[in-house]
């Protein structure tokens, strides 16, 4: 059975830190990424970051505040989140498979089940 947890939300103030983690397990395949999507209340799921054989990727609203980090297997993943802004607060969730492009969730083979992020002013 295959099980992808993301844990490491919480509540905390802006300009703060968070980490959060992602593991995958029960697999029957070997994924190439491993990536971070969010989504605001009301708003759709984002891209945020992505890391795979061909390199990290990140979008715009998060470089420099944001660092993704993982196993090579792309079982584990890890978000530093750096000066944290009240616009970040979202479910982050974690999406592993063998996608086609980074940035597209439906490519993402497997979910969790998101870890909420409140930022408050």
């Known amino acids: 059975q295959v099980q992808v947890v993301e844990s490491g939300g919480g509540l905390v103030q802006a300009g703060s830190s968070l980490r959060l983690s992602c593991v995958a397990s029960?697999?029957?395949?070997?994924?190439?990424?491993m990536a971070w999507f969010r989504q605001a209340p009301g708003k759709e799921r984002e891209f945020v970051a992505a890391i795979s054989e061909r390199g990290i990727y990140y979008t715009d609203f998060v470089k420099g505040r944001f660092t993704i980090s993982g196993d090579n297997a792309k079982t584990t993943e890890y978000l530093q989140m750096n000066s944290l802004k009240p616009e970040d607060t979202a479910v982050y969730y974690c999406?592993?498979?063998?996608?086609?492009?980074?940035?597209?969730?439906?490519?993402?083979?497997?979910w969790g089940q998101g870890t909420q992020v409140t930022v408050s002013s």
């Open positions: 029960g697999l029957t395949f070997s994924p190439t990424a």
């Open positions: 999406g592993t498979g063998i996608p086609g492009r980074l940035t597209r969730q439906y490519d993402y083979t497997y």
